[in-house]
């Protein structure tokens, strides 16, 4: 199977010489396998259903999946896969560069550079570093705590106008602008856009479905806590079925009641109905009928995503040279912002 490959349509506008005609997006994601619905609904989704509308950059973040142990195959492997999925999932690469991040060396180039720049202080307050690095902190990577560095070079490299993503990513952001209004400042001259971040009311959090307190996470040891992008009609009834809920019967949006809540709001992102509509549907029934009308919903709307996802993968070498070439596409934006930041320090 084929996709076309950046094919010069009027929106592409990634030169250096000409200024965007359109705001620029970026946004990144781990390959860490195991991509979930708290990914789809709170991230890609949403980079799908605006992507004619920005000059859209997406990142497959290999350096970052590296501030964890990781095995080099499965390294490898996910970051294939991420791509796929991607696609399957909807970008379209006549609106959308996608590439990985260590493939563009001023990723980690920069990150040296504005480490330097970055006051210990604004790092020791990043709450997913301690939810990351755990009790003990002598053996973890250096790399998890400038992780948020990196994840500033990645967006301050592009000129970025927006970032859209998940609630969980605000303090990164928040980090991102003021160390970009920082260095600005410190040496006159606009050397970073201050990116907005994106983050969007519903969805922003989907919760894990045997914990409705936890946010549904890739890492989370316990696999019925997620539903994944691929997993089978089987599973997702099964996890769907096995979801924390409470012990009354209401089909009813109620913040007291955390995991029956996650449930519905996950079925309102999918059928985009209104909270009161859902209710009326579901007035007079109970969990069981909404869980089944729930895995409906969730079975019908991954069933086409697993089947591009299977054809994508069958290509490897189409796979390979589109991420090659929205490298290349892309790797004059970063190799100019970076010259100008080493030009206004003095390096060199
Ligand atoms: P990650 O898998 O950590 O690289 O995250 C990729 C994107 O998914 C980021 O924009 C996250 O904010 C978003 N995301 C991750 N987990 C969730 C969740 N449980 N709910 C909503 N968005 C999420
Ligand atoms: N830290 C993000 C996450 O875990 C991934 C990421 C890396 C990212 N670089 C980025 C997201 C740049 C947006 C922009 O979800």
Not at 8 to 33: L, M
Not at 188 to 198: A, D, L, M, W, Y
Not at 242 to 261: C, M, N, W
Not at 267 to 287: D, H, P, R
Request: hydrophobic share 35%; with cysteine; net charge neutral.
């Amino acid at each position: 199977m084929s996709i076309e490959l950046n094919p010069g349509s009027e929106v592409k506008t990634n030169t250096i010489t000409q200024p965007p005609i359109r705001k620029r997006v970026f946004s990144g994601i781990q390959p860490t396998g195991n991509t979930h619905l708290g990914n789809y609904l709170g991230a890609i989704r949403n980079w799908v259903a605006e992507q004619t509308h920005y000059d859209n950059i997406f990142c497959i973040v290999d350096l970052h999946a590296i501030t964890l142990p990781i095995d080099p195959q499965e390294l490898h492997n996910n970051t294939r896969q991420m791509a796929a999925l991607l696609l399957a999932c909807g970008l379209d690469t006549r609106y959308c560069n996608l590439f990985i991040q260590s493939h563009i060396h001023e990723h980690a180039e920069m990150s040296w550079i504005l480490n330097c720049f970055t006051p210990m202080g604004w790092l020791n307050r990043m709450t997913q570093f301690k939810t990351k690095a755990g009790t003990d902190l002598d053996s973890v990577g250096t790399g998890l705590y400038c992780y948020p560095v990196l994840m500033a070079c990645d967006i301050l490299l592009y000129q970025t106008h927006y970032v859209p993503v998940g609630d969980d990513q605000r303090q990164h952001l928040e980090l991102t602008r003021d160390l970009a209004q920082r260095f600005n400042t410190m040496y006159k001259k606009r050397v970073f856009t201050i990116p907005e971040g994106q983050i969007r009311e519903v969805g922003a959090r989907i919760m894990s479905l045997d914990d409705p307190t936890k946010k549904m996470s890739k890492s989370d040891p316990n696999p019925s806590s997620r539903i994944t992008l691929l997993d089978s009609p089987k599973e997702i009834k099964q996890k769907i079925g096995r979801a924390t809920t409470d012990s009354e019967r209401l089909v009813t949006f109620d913040p007291q009641r955390a995991g029956i809540t996650n449930l519905l709001g996950i079925y309102q992102l999918l059928t985009g109905q209104s909270q009161q509509e859902i209710e009326a549907t579901f007035a007079g029934k109970g969990y069981g009928d909404f869980k089944a009308a729930l895995t409906e919903q969730l079975v019908e709307t991954l069933r086409p995503i697993q089947q591009r996802y299977n054809e994508l993968m069958s290509d490897q070498t189409m796979l390979d040279g589109m991420l090659k070439q929205s490298a290349e596409s892309v790797r004059p934006i970063a190799a100019k912002t970076l010259q100008t930041m080493k030009d206004v320090i003095g390096l060199g």
